[in-house]
């Protein structure tokens, strides 16, 4: 075996697979995903959407729908960017109006940018207000689909799946939000809240209230104390422990001159950065629960106080788990996360 090759399969199996074994094993069934989003308030919710794409592309997942909880319109049209980017335009994006995070982000803007008259970035949804309500692409989403099959990733404010609960009977299916998601739904997976004490920059630790929570505490609360799946629950603690290589944005993605998510993450902050990948676990551990890459606390129950804390109490009639890490989990999975953002769209392989 040559040298070049030997470390390009050692490299995949690092991530726990092969493309053959991985496009055997999942294409009969790929995992049915729904994407809930803040886009453009932090950049691993962008680098989250190349992982789906990514592990789509290798037959492990079907992206079903993105529905957004940053309430401005860029978030919607730049999640049809990475999407038509991936050649994947016909997904359908959906949008709230929660007047919540309402600035557009540093990245979203993407969207807007035209070299010499044309999009850098093709795109067809040119703005949010010409998207759907996200409840009602959710119910339809999830209408269509087959019982018990769908997961959900949320990785930003529980504004929509809150709201899902709540929604009525309609033309578009006969069974209330909640019943939807107690037919449809396997389980769920939000990147929220913080479930050990974090190091301040004093090395002081301190109970952390997590963004994702306090942007939207009712919602937050709701979701915790009503949603009817299973939930598996990605602190704060483990996205800092798992930090995206500046080195790869500044290296693996030149396969194309502009390419939205390596934009996306230097209009952030640029490198030299290591980004926490939070909203990255929720994918992978959803498409890929079998591969070790977290271990998950036995079963409770999370509560959200009223100031946004979130706490877990073990209960073997509970609903919740929890992410957790070690050493070994933390290299490989960082490996995982770089090599599945930052591979090239089917087509241009």
């Known amino acids: ?15 726990g697979c092969c493309l053959t074994f991985s496009h055997s094993a999942h294409a009969d069934k790929p995992v049915q995903l729904i994407f809930d989003t803040d886009l453009g308030n932090d950049v691993d919710d962008a680098l989250a959407m190349g992982c789906i794409h990514a592990l789509q592309s290798r037959g492990e997942c079907e992206l079903l729908a993105v529905t957004i909880t940053k309430d401005h319109d860029l978030a ?25 995070t309402n600035g557009k982000g540093r ?26 309500d996200a409840v009602n692409l ?52 939000v990147m929220a809240g913080a479930f050990t004490q974090i190091k301040n920059d004093k090395g002081q630790l301190y109970d952390h209230k997590e963004y994702n929570v306090i942007k939207d505490i009712p919602a937050a609360q709701k979701l915790a104390k009503e949603w009817p799946t299973p939930i598996l629950w990605s602190g704060y603690e483990i996205g800092i422990a798992l930090r995206y290589p500046h080195e790869s944005i500044e290296q693996d993605y030149g396969y194309v001159e502009h390419h939205p998510l390596a934009e996306a993450y230097i209009a952030y902050m640029p490198p030299p950065h290591d980004r926490p990948t939070w909203d990255l676990t929720c994918v992978l551990q959803l498409v890929r629960p079998d591969r070790d890459y977290f271990g998950l606390t036995p079963v409770g129950t999370v509560t959200v106080a009223d100031d946004g804390l979130t706490t877990f109490e073990e209960d073997p009639s509970g609903r919740d788990q929890y992410f957790t890490l070690n050493e070994l989990q933390i290299a490989r999975t960082v490996e995982a996360l770089q090599l599945l953002s930052s591979e090239p769209p089917h087509q241009q392989r």
């Open 138 to 189: 959710l119910r339809r989403t999830l209408a269509s689909a087959e019982d018990n099959s769908v997961v959900i990733a949320q990785v930003g404010f529980s504004t929509n799946l809150a709201n899902l609960l709540d929604a009525p009977a309609d033309d578009i299916s006969p069974m209330t939000g909640r019943e939807l998601v107690e037919k449809k739904v396997q389980k769920l997976s």
């Open 76 to 100: 919607a049209a730049f999640a049809d960017v990475i999407n038509t980017f991936y050649g994947r335009g016909e997904i359908p994006i959906g949008v709230c109006r929660s007047d919540v």
């Open 107 to 132: 990245f979203n803007g993407l969207a807007e940018i035209q070299d010499n008259g044309k999009d850098r970035f093709p795109h067809d949804l040119r703005s949010g207000k010409d998207a759907p």
């Open 1 to 15: 075996m040559r040298p070049t090759f030997l470390c390009f399969a050692l490299s995949l199996a690092a991530v």
